[in-house]
């Protein structure tokens, strides 16, 4: 409703309301005064904010949900480290201390920050969008 002293509010009126004036809004928008009046509909929730930092166990099992990492390559990755050669393809093609540090920050990572250099130079190198590393760390925070 546009209200002269409050501008545009939420409001919602029915037949049975305790304020007169909404009752007779209800009636003049039951009859028809404003034309068609559609049912309610809740905006969209908003996004959930995105996690500062996920626990490696979350980003491995992340990228495995999202279909990054077979089984097997998700298994190694959390025995061993091994990094799955479609990481080791994309750190290859970064300048060479980016990769570098891509590599040290795989083998040593305990938790995954978003911020990390790395998420930023697979967006950069055009691997992922911003909002794809921000969804998966929406997707992995739930893990």
Do not use: C, K
Not at 117 to 137: K, N, S
């Amino acid at each position: 409703m546009n209200f002269r002293s409050l501008g545009w509010v939420a409001f919602t009126a029915t037949a049975s309301d305790t304020l007169p004036h909404a009752r007779e809004i209800w009636t003049r928008l039951a009859v028809g005064e404003a034309g068609a009046v559609a049912p309610y509909e809740a905006p969209p929730a908003p996004p959930l904010p995105v996690p500062a930092s996920i626990s490696f166990r979350q980003l491995i099992l992340g990228l495995l949900g999202s279909g990054f990492l077979t089984a097997d390559q998700a298994l190694a990755a959390a025995e061993t480290r091994a990094r799955p050669p479609q990481l080791d393809a994309i750190i290859a093609t970064l300048p060479e201390d980016a990769a570098l540090a891509a590599r040290i920050t795989w083998a040593t990572m305990f938790e995954a920050r978003r911020s990390d250099p790395l998420f930023a130079a697979l967006i950069t190198a055009g691997h992922a969008t911003a909002e794809q590393v921000d969804e998966l760390f929406r997707q992995a925070a739930r893990l």
